[in-house]
C-alpha cells in the first residue's frame, strides 16, 4: 500500500472531531470533512447521523435511511444536537470565525458569503474548523467581522452560549484546539512533515505549543482502504490537499497563500 499523503492525515483529523459524538447530526461542509464523517461513521462512530443537506438522514454511500424534516433539523440545530464543520475565510486565536467579508464592513474590500448560519451554529450546537490552505491572511490576529463566534464573545455574554463548544480546527498543516486557561488557540497535534515553525510562521498570531507535542494519528490500514476504495475512490481528497510529496514544498498552506 502507498504511503499516507497528507490529504489523508486530514481526512483523519476531520473525522475525529466526530470520536465519541453518539447519536447525533454530522454536518460537514467541504470534500475532506465530508469523507472525514462518513469514515467516522464506517468506523468508531456508529450511531452518527449524516443528511444529504436537504431532508433525507443517508447512509455512507448515500443511500436513504430515513426522513428529516425541516422542522427536526432545526431542533438538532437549536438544541446542541449536531456538530458542523465550516469553513473559514478568517479565524482568529479565540475561534472567532468570518466568512462574510474582508476589510471595513461598511465598505469592504472583497465581499464574501455573507453571514449566514455561522451565529446560530455557533451558539447552539459544536463547531468545529477546516482550512484547506493554512495562512496568515486566515489565521488572523482579529477578524474584520465576527459571523461565527469565539471563546472570547461567549466569555462576555455567558448566557448565549449554553451549547457553544469548537471541538478543533483542522488545516492542512495541523490540528487545533482551545485547551488553554484562556481559551485561546492551541497546536494540539502536526501532521507528518509539517514542523512547529512551518505553522508559526504560517500564523498570524501566537499559537500556544506543548512541549510533548504529537503527530496526527496514521489512518489504520481498513481505514485507508475505506477513503481509497469506498469513499474516495476517485482520489478527489488528493485535489484539495495535494501531497507535499509530489509538489515539492511542505503544503500550499505555508506562507502567504490565499485561504479562499
Not at 451565529?119 to 477546516?130: F, G, Q
Not at 498570531?205 to 503527530?215: A, K
Amino acid at each position: 500500500m502507498t504511503a499516507v499523503t497528507r490529504a489523508e492525515y486530514c481526512v483523519i483529523a476531520c473525522a475525529e472531531a466526530w470520536r465519541g459524538a453518539g447519536e447525533i447530526l454530522a454536518s460537514p461542509m467541504g470534500l475532506i470533512p465530508s469523507v472525514g464523517a462518513r469514515l467516522a461513521r464506517l468506523t468508531f462512530a456508529p450511531d452518527l447521523l449524516l443528511t444529504d443537506g436537504e431532508a433525507m438522514l443517508v447512509r455512507p454511500d448515500g443511500t436513504p435511511e430515513g426522513w428529516l424534516p425541516y422542522r427536526r433539523h432545526l431542533t438538532l440545530v437549536t438544541g446542541g444536537r449536531r456538530h458542523v464543520m465550516m469553513g473559514a475565510s478568517q479565524i482568529d486565536r479565540y475561534g472567532n470565525q468570518n466568512i462574510s467579508c474582508v476589510g471595513d464592513w461598511a465598505r469592504p474590500r472583497r465581499q464574501l458569503l455573507g453571514v449566514r448560519g455561522a451565529p446560530v451554529n455557533t451558539l447552539n450546537n459544536p463547531t468545529s474548523y477546516w482550512i484547506p490552505r493554512h495562512s496568515r491572511r486566515v489565521f488572523v490576529e482579529k477578524v474584520d467581522m465576527v459571523c461565527g463566534v469565539g471563546y472570547d464573545r461567549v466569555a462576555e455574554h455567558p448566557g448565549t452560549g449554553r451549547f457553544h463548544r469548537i471541538p478543533r480546527v483542522v488545516s492542512d498543516l495541523g490540528v487545533f484546539d482551545f485547551a488553554t486557561p484562556d481559551r485561546s488557540m492551541r497546536l494540539a497535534s502536526l501532521h507528518p512533515g509539517v514542523t512547529v515553525e512551518q505553522v508559526r510562521d504560517a500564523t498570524g498570531f501566537g499559537l500556544t505549543v506543548p512541549e510533548d507535542l504529537p503527530r496526527t494519528r496514521e489512518p489504520s490500514t481498513e481505514e485507508l482502504r475505506l477513503i481509497r476504495e469506498v469513499l474516495d475512490p476517485k482520489g478527489t481528497r488528493e485535489r484539495e490537499v495535494p501531497d507535499p510529496a509530489s509538489t515539492g514544498g511542505v503544503g500550499r498552506g505555508t506562507g502567504q497563500g490565499a485561504g479562499r
